[in-house]
């Protein structure tokens, strides 16, 4: 059981590994539609493409009697609130290996959905749904956070039900090692939000935002850019942090407990009543980590989730972009940002939703600053030099954003342009 601080601490220290077993996980979640109506899926619908699924060798996992997530190796598809799907991947060793994974799945997808008549959409936001027109599924944990997220932040149940993302994950050497990624991946941001929008149409109109989903996100109980992640954060001041972090829900004999009333200090003291007083264990460690719903977050590895999830073309580049400047020049990009004001920071964290490369962040715009990081990036990664069968470096994976960069054009911009053209809302589905 856990009963101390320093039992979280060491639980962090625990993720350390040497810089050559470093992996890469990558996650990243889908809008599915149905082909005849433009609505959304039922878990009826997904219980069919579940099992079609499963003919590529995919296991189920069930919670009680309801499939809940198909399992193959070290990949997982799980069920997001709204029936959005997301594959968690593996540990891998290198962005080819990455890519190659996302796509095997993508073309499984593909496959499944032509049969079943379901259209798929990599928007970071629900571009034609309305929130109450959203079927939900059975997951017990999502029932409970279904009523108790509103009451922290006004746009919870958006988040939970009409966006999707695309979410990194990355290890460390040594607690310094993660003091330096975590400063790092926290004060780009803004231009991670910048750089990756695509979520620009809302309920069939222009939001007005380039990264709605951004937005939404800053309006989410539990979520945000706290300013502790620039004061620097080691192990022990991430274990305060979370230990006097609200509990959102504690699993108990097979039940969902709502922990709205408790921090996680009143966990380990012994002191919730409804759960006989228990302390928590691992697994509930685990899953208050996991319900921290900032823009980065501490686990035993670094989880970075401020992308946007993007079509096909671009799936891979996201994960680059990082892997070439936190493995690859890590120095040079810390060197970089260490003396930026958190303030400001902040400040263009919470207009790069709407402003987009226009935002100012120390001078610059966000357009300079993407420019400068694809540049550190792409040194990063020809340093690592990891070839592919045919040769190429991971560089290759970075190709999307210097047209992004060079154009000053995102998804969400070229989104946009072709909606207010004519306005046919057949483009936002992938092809």
């Known amino acids: 059981?856990?009963?101390?601080?320093?039992?979280?601490?060491?639980?962090?220290?625990?993720?350390?590994?040497?810089?050559?077993?470093?992996?890469?996980?990558?996650?990243?979640?889908?809008?599915?539609?149905?082909?005849?109506?433009?609505?959304?899926?039922?878990?009826?619908?997904?219980?069919?493409?579940?099992?079609?699924?499963?003919?590529?060798?995919?296991?189920?996992?069930?919670?009680?009697?309801?499939?809940?997530?198909?399992?193959?190796?070290?990949?997982?598809?799980?069920?997001?609130?709204?029936?959005?799907?997301?594959?968690?991947?593996?540990?891998?060793?290198?962005?080819?290996?990455?890519?190659?994974?996302?796509?095997?799945?993508?073309?499984e997808l593909e496959q499944v959905t032509k049969k079943l008549n379901i259209k798929i959409i990599s928007s970071g936001f629900d571009p034609f749904?309305?929130?109450?027109?959203?079927?939900?599924?059975?997951?017990e944990r999502y029932k409970l956070?279904?009523?108790?997220?509103?009451?922290?932040?006004?746009?919870?149940?958006?988040?939970?039900?009409?966006?999707?993302?695309?979410?990194?994950?990355?290890?460390?050497?040594?607690?310094?090692?993660?003091?330096?990624?975590?400063?790092?991946?926290?004060?780009?941001?803004?231009?991670?939000i910048a750089l990756f929008a695509n979520s620009s149409i809302v309920e069939k109109k222009n939001s007005n935002y380039l990264s709605y989903r951004s937005k939404v996100w800053q309006s989410t109980s539990r979520g945000g850019l706290p300013k502790l992640f620039?004061?620097?954060?080691?192990?022990?001041?991430?274990?305060?942090?979370?230990?006097?972090?609200?509990?959102?829900?504690?699993?108990?004999?097979?039940?969902?407990?709502?922990?709205?009333?408790?921090?996680?200090?009143?966990?380990?003291?012994?002191?919730?009543?409804?759960?006989?007083?228990?302390q928590p264990t691992e697994n509930d460690l685990a899953t208050h980590l996991s319900t921290?719903?900032?823009?980065?977050?501490?686990?035993?590895?670094?989880?970075?989730?401020?992308?946007?999830?993007?079509?096909?073309?671009?799936?891979?580049?996201?994960?680059?972009?990082?892997?070439?400047?936190?493995?690859?020049n890590l120095d040079e990009v810390h060197e970089l940002i260490e003396k930026w004001d958190k303030n400001r920071i902040i400040n263009a964290y919470l207009e790069s939703p709407k402003k987009g490369f226009n935002t100012e962040l120390m001078g610059k715009d966000l357009h300079y600053w993407a420019n400068t990081l694809l540049d550190l990036s792409r040194k990063g990664l020809n340093q690592r030099d990891i070839l592919s069968k045919k040769g190429k470096n991971e560089t290759l994976f970075l190709n999307h954003l210097r047209k992004v960069v060079f154009n000053k054009a995102t998804n969400a911009d070229y989104m946009i342009d072709k909606f207010s053209n004519n306005e046919n809302l057949d483009e936002l589905y992938d092809r």
């Open 1 to 107: 059981m856990i009963h101390s601080k320093e039992q979280i601490i060491e639980y962090f220290k625990s993720g350390i590994k040497k810089q050559e077993d470093f992996k890469i996980g990558i996650e990243h979640e889908k809008f599915l539609f149905n082909k005849v109506d433009n609505k959304r899926v039922n878990y009826t619908q997904i219980k069919k493409m579940f099992s079609a699924l499963m003919e590529f060798g995919w296991n189920p996992i069930f919670e009680k009697k309801n499939i809940i997530a198909l399992n193959k190796g070290g990949k997982n598809i799980t069920l997001e609130p709204g029936n959005q799907i997301e594959l968690s991947g593996d540990k891998l060793n290198h962005m080819h290996e990455a890519c190659a994974e996302s796509q095997d799945y993508l073309f």
């Open 129 to 139: 749904s309305k929130l109450e027109e959203i079927p939900n599924n059975p997951k």
């Open 145 to 192: 956070m279904t009523k108790s997220m509103p009451l922290g932040g006004e746009l919870s149940l958006d988040m939970m039900y009409r966006t999707c993302g695309t979410q990194l994950n990355i290890d460390y050497k040594s607690e310094d090692d993660f003091k330096k990624k975590f400063l790092v991946i926290n004060s780009i941001v803004p231009i991670t």
């Open 230 to 278: 620039f004061e620097n954060l080691d192990f022990e001041k991430y274990a305060d942090f979370i230990m006097n972090f609200p509990i959102l829900f504690i699993q108990h004999e097979d039940k969902y407990i709502s922990g709205s009333n408790y921090t996680f200090n009143d966990f380990m003291n012994g002191n919730i009543k409804e759960i006989d007083n228990r």
């Open 292 to 328: 921290i719903f900032t823009e980065n977050r501490l686990k035993q590895y670094i989880e970075l989730r401020s992308m946007d999830t993007c079509g096909w073309d671009c799936l891979c580049s996201g994960p680059a972009f990082f892997i070439g400047m936190l493995y690859g």
